[in-house]
């Protein structure tokens, strides 16, 4: 019997109406004659009520209760699921992170997963049910509850299929699959049938929010198949998997991430740019992109993160006896697919396509490339580009 | 050092102030000297919201996710409690009644705690950590998640106490302390300063609210001393503690349920009381008072449980040849203290006291008497026994 994973995120389960209609798909799938395992976020909105409920009480609350608190979410949104499934005539179980056996370090909020057991997970569809599991959750070594962070129900079912050997992962989400663009910001833009792992780390690690890279990574190191597809219709959706199945003769899309600030140091010392990169690093801030030419060291972090980044570059820059700027205006688009690479000729589209605008950094990485425009020209960047390259036409 | 627990019923936790006022008052015992651990009960109408969802989603929901779906509400309100704390610099850590080691039967909805393990809790507690504890929860031998039923966190207080050894058990509640009637009922209604177990038990099942009868079953077999006080205010509540210690000459208050209704049968063969019971038994409906003359065998049952109980009994009687009759106009008035039986005259007082109305049936126990009335004669009743035996003053 095929096993399938599937993830249904917080707005495909956002009302008990919506939970009903995930649970007849659910049914279907299973009636079809799949063993299914589930993987639900919190209901929508549940997570951010959770939250100011505790920043009521605490300012800064600890992050141990703050896990303890936020996985009260996923166990109120996979119980009435289950219990949604039994209206149906679907014996249906539910198991929590620890249940289910998601091993993970013990970094509260942002925990990452170590291992997989899934005892109870095996025992319940050998017994012929539908188990839905908590997403966002695990257990740590020293039996403390975690969360994983951003992205981590995502990761909860790519790590579960991995572990479980599922035939794929089906994640659920609001838009039919991945697109060559946003929608809202490109009316042209199509659904992508098919990308490679990497194409698809590209896009979400570049603002595609449609799937979290992490998610993305543990599918690409086990090879595991996502399919990225709507609860709220039927479509096609889009198909992750490895490389070689795929032609990759063109440009994929087109992602835009408006939400980095640029820090910028000049003339540093041979080991500047590392001590710069450590001190953010050790203060668990994220670089998202790093830029280096001969007179300059430029990364971009998270804009949430900046106020926090500006402390730590500006001391390492009073060392080093260096001069730094920060641009808070401006956005990353990058266009994605290995086309960018292996076709001459595309790379200079691009930067003709942005020749109205300046742009100051440039970064390319095997499956794309990432240029650094004013924020107010995000849009018109990605609609230039998207036209350009041909993605306007199938 | 002494240690206490402490337990808040979901009044006491309703808001994230009154979580901050609950959080004070626990940091004050703590910086007092005391060893704490807090039970806490879900945030006011949280578990009723949840059960609406649950019910919006199946008519009938199966009581594993039921479980499972209730027990986020400890959970939530245990994490902001255990934050509070930290904000008042308090270090306090939550743990569910799984990590709690609270083990149960496999009853869902209404399991009964077998053991409690505490290891995790003892081991905060030598590190010098207020321990806020999930009440009303626990974990079966099938590794399941189980709600204790009605009086759920009472229960997990007194058997906390009992298992760790506790100097006393103090329950918060939105009153201070028992009171001789209901002061809603009866404007001269007191404190009573001190109980017995036994009375207590009787108070509390015969329908003041104040505290579970499960709980007091608990500490009346572990002799563990219980005081029942408000968390709204100070004042010096009621201690429940071994019989020895307090003199009983005198009614310690009336209790009034106004729930019940009354299954009564006429001229039964000999195993005719037993098989009634066996059935109403076997539905798992409680008989909250039975009564048995020379032409009659009647029982108390609660007037939710009324409409199943009537199928069960009528099909019993049919078999058994016999006639019944339903009373459902009904309430149960009860005296209690041991005086009632240990003080010649008292039982004359109250039968007198209610003269007026039409007093059916009446039940002894060891520290009490339970009269039948007409339930539109509860309150008058209520008043009349409290000042014919001498509780309006002092």
Do not use: N
């Given at each position: 019997?095929?096993?399938?994973?599937?993830?249904?995120?917080?707005?495909?389960?956002?009302?008990?109406?919506?939970?009903?209609?995930?649970?007849?798909?659910?049914?279907?799938?299973?009636?079809?004659?799949?063993?299914?395992?589930?993987?639900?976020?919190?209901?929508?909105?549940?997570?951010?009520?959770?939250?100011?409920?505790?920043?009521?009480?605490?300012?800064?609350?600890?992050?141990?209760?703050?896990?303890m608190l936020l996985t009260a979410g996923e166990r109120i949104s996979m119980a009435l699921l289950s219990m949604a499934l039994h209206h149906l005539g679907v014996d249906a179980v539910s198991f929590t992170g620890s249940q289910s056996g998601i091993l993970t370090d013990n970094q509260h909020a942002d925990a990452k997963i170590l291992a997989v057991r899934g005892d109870r997970i095996r025992e319940s569809l050998q017994a012929g049910r539908v188990v839905i599991v908590a997403g966002f959750q695990g257990v740590s070594s020293r039996r403390e509850i975690t969360t994983l962070g951003r992205g981590g129900s995502d990761t909860t079912a790519v790590a579960l299929a991995a572990a479980l050997g599922a035939a794929r992962c089906e994640i659920y989400t609001d838009v039919d699959g991945v697109h060559s663009a946003d929608p809202r910001v490109v009316p042209q833009a199509r659904r992508i049938p098919a990308l490679s792992y990497q194409e698809m780390l590209e896009l979400a690690?570049?603002?595609?929010?449609?799937?979290?890279p992490r998610s993305v990574d543990v599918g690409w190191r086990f090879e595991v198949p996502i399919h990225v597809l709507t609860s709220f219709a039927d479509g096609k959706g889009t198909v992750i998997r490895p490389m070689e199945t795929i032609e990759s003769s063109r440009v994929r899309g087109i992602a835009c991430d408006p939400e980095i600030a640029i820090l910028c140091a000049a003339t540093l010392p041979s080991d500047g740019a590392a001590r710069l990169l450590a001190g953010l690093g050790d203060a668990g801030i994220r670089t998202l992109l790093v830029v280096c030419g001969a007179?300059?060291?430029?990364?971009?972090?998270?804009?949430?993160?900046?106020?926090?980044?500006?402390?730590?570059?500006?001391?390492?820059?009073?060392t080093l006896g260096s001069r730094s700027e920060t641009h808070d205006d401006v956005a990353a688009v990058t266009v994605v697919g290995h086309a960018v690479h292996s076709h001459p000729g595309v790379?200079?589209?691009?930067?003709?396509?942005?020749?109205?605008?300046?742009?100051?950094?440039?970064a390319t990485s095997a499956a794309g490339m990432t240029c650094i425009v004013p924020r107010a020209a995000a849009d018109d960047a990605t609609r230039r580009l998207h036209s350009r390259l041909g993605l306007d036409t199938p």
């Open positions: 019997m095929e096993l399938l994973i599937q993830k249904y995120g917080g707005t495909s389960v956002g009302t008990t109406d919506r939970i009903g209609a995930v649970a007849a798909r659910i049914a279907a799938a299973h009636r079809a004659g799949s063993a299914l395992v589930v993987v639900v976020s919190a209901m929508a909105d549940t997570t951010d009520d959770l939250v100011s409920l505790a920043r009521r009480i605490h300012p800064d609350p600890p992050a141990r209760e703050l896990d690690a570049s603002g595609a929010r449609v799937l979290h007179s300059e060291f430029a990364c971009a972090v998270a804009r949430g993160d900046l106020a926090r980044a500006q402390v730590i570059w500006d001391a390492e820059i009073a790379t200079a589209q691009i930067l003709s396509a942005l020749s109205e605008w300046p742009v100051r950094w440039i």
